[in-house]
């Protein structure tokens, strides 16, 4: 059953920069992420979320894949000595306190129905869907390494 918003390639659209001097276009291509275990994490991403392993490779002590679902790529870094994600990483309000990139989010078309499918898949939530202040519906749920993942309802949300 396909959740993942249809618009998902309007997300890539080309974003442009331009100031009086020099003109930018910048397409978004991927996001990386550090784990534990990389044959663990390839699995979970590719069972729970549908990404496919496109190629990996060891350089630098580390092993390093890269993943792929429709338009959207996924590098995965896994290093011997990694650390585990520290715990003040998985709560979201202690999160968001922190500087950096805190979490990536997928447009859904329906939040209720794909967050069902990610639950009967054994997909944890730790915030179930609810209204923001820009009037979409959003949740979040971690993966096995307790990266956050938002899921967005694409189009505004009209009440029930």
């Known amino acids: 059953m396909k959740f993942f918003s249809s618009n998902l ?3 890539f659209r080309k974003l442009t ?3 009086n001097m020099t003109k930018l276009n910048l397409t978004p291509h991927h996001f990386a992420i550090s784990v534990v275990n990389f044959d663990e994490t390839v699995k ?3 069972e729970k979320l549908g990404f496919e392993l496109v190629s990996s490779f060891e350089r630098l002590g580390a092993t390093i894949g890269f993943m792929k679902l429709g338009e959207l ?3 995965v870094f896994s290093f011997d000595e990694s650390a585990p994600l520290p715990d003040y990483r998985k709560e ?3 999160d968001l306190k922190v500087n950096g990139i805190k979490h990536f989010a997928f447009a859904v078309d329906d939040i209720k129905e794909a967050t069902n499918i ?6 944890e939530f730790i915030q179930e869907p609810l209204l923001g202040g820009a009037g979409h519906l ?6 096995l390494n307790g990266i956050m993942i938002e899921l967005f309802e694409s189009e505004p949300h009209k009440g029930e």
């Open 92 to 94: 979201l309000l202690s």
């Open 44 to 46: 979970w991403y590719s």
């Open 138 to 143: 959003y949740a979040f749920f971690v993966d």
């Open 118 to 123: 990610l639950k009967n898949k054994g997909v």
């Open 17 to 19: 920069y331009n100031n």
């Open 73 to 75: 790529h996924l590098e």
């Open 9 to 11: 390639r309007s997300l």
